[in-house]
């Protein structure tokens, strides 16, 4: 699958654990194409791995962060509901005009070969 706004940077932790981390920021007009950029790799990784999700630390073999900043405003956490198949909070821009996301989404090495190889990352 190819991506059109997030450009994954990749890091590896001597315990093999795979970071991609990925920054974009759009005018309110593409705001829409952008959260189902994020929405389609949440949604994949939630299908193909959801029951390993979790801290690495507590056995989990996949996790996330994603953040929207907009300004004037304090960052703001969402996340992806896989029960529902949406991100939570409903992404808003900012009074610019913008939205910036940052996603960082790591894993252990079966999630992260399978992550790269759907996602044309290697």
């Known amino acids: ?9 990749y890091s590896e932790a001597e315990d093999g654990v795979a ?7 759009v005018p309110e007009a593409r705001r829409q194409e952008l959260a189902q950029e994020v929405h389609s790799i949440l949604a994949w990784a939630w299908t193909e ?9 507590e056995g989990g073999l996949w996790q996330y962060d994603l953040q929207c900043e907009r300004r004037g405003q304090p960052l703001q956490e969402l996340r992806y509901d ?12 900012g009074s610019d005009g913008r ?24």
């Open 82 to 93: 896989g029960a529902c198949g949406e991100l939570v909070p409903a992404l808003q821009a």
């Open 49 to 57: 791995f959801g029951a390993l999700h979790g801290p690495h630390e």
């Open 1 to 9: 699958m190819a991506l059109h706004f997030l450009d994954f940077d």
């Open 19 to 25: 970071t991609w981390d990925a920054i974009a920021s």
């Open 99 to 122: 939205v910036t996301l940052t996603l960082s989404i790591s894993g252990l090495p079966a999630f992260a070969e399978a992550f790269a190889a759907h996602f044309g990352l290697f």
